[in-house]
C-alpha cells in the first residue's frame, strides 16, 4: 500500500490550499485516516483526523482546516482555509489498518 499526497505549495497568509492524498495498492478500507505536519525544530504533529464518521483537529486549526474522506477513492483530503505563517510545514498524510502507512510529505508554505 502506498499513500501518495499533492496539493501543497506557497501561498500567502489568508490564503487555501487543499492537500489529496490517494492509497494505492490492496486495500480493504482504513480505520483512521489523517494528516500530521512537521516544521523544523518541532515534533510530528496531528492536525486532523478523521475514523468511523468522526473528526478531529488540532486547536490551532478549528473552524480554518476541515478534513474529508472518500472511500470508495481510498482518499482523504484536507482543505485549508484563512492560512497562517504559523502552518508551514510539511504535511504528511497517514491510514491505518492493522498496519500503518505514511505518504512522501508534501511542502505547505505560508508567506506573511
Known amino acids: 500500500v502506498q499513500l501518495q499526497a499533492s496539493g501543497g505549495g506557497l501561498v500567502q497568509a489568508g490564503g487555501s490550499l487543499m492537500l489529496s492524498c490517494a492509497a494505492s495498492?490492496?486495500?480493504?478500507?482504513?480505520?483512521?485516516m489523517g494528516w500530521f505536519r512537521q516544521s523544523p525544530g518541532k515534533e510530528r504533529e496531528l492536525v486532523a483526523g478523521?475514523?468511523?464518521?468522526?473528526?478531529k483537529y488540532h486547536d490551532s486549526v478549528k473552524g480554518r482546516f476541515t478534513i474529508s474522506r472518500d472511500n470508495a477513492k481510498n482518499t482523504v483530503y484536507l482543505q485549508m482555509n484563512n492560512l497562517k505563517p504559523g502552518d508551514t510545514a510539511i504535511y504528511y498524510c497517514?491510514?491505518?489498518?492493522?498496519?500503518?502507512?505514511w505518504g512522501q510529505g508534501t511542502q505547505v508554505t505560508v508567506s506573511s
Open positions: 478523521t475514523a468511523g464518521g468522526e473528526t
Open positions: 497517514y491510514a491505518d489498518t492493522i498496519k500503518r502507512y
Open positions: 495498492g490492496r486495500i480493504f478500507g482504513f480505520n483512521f
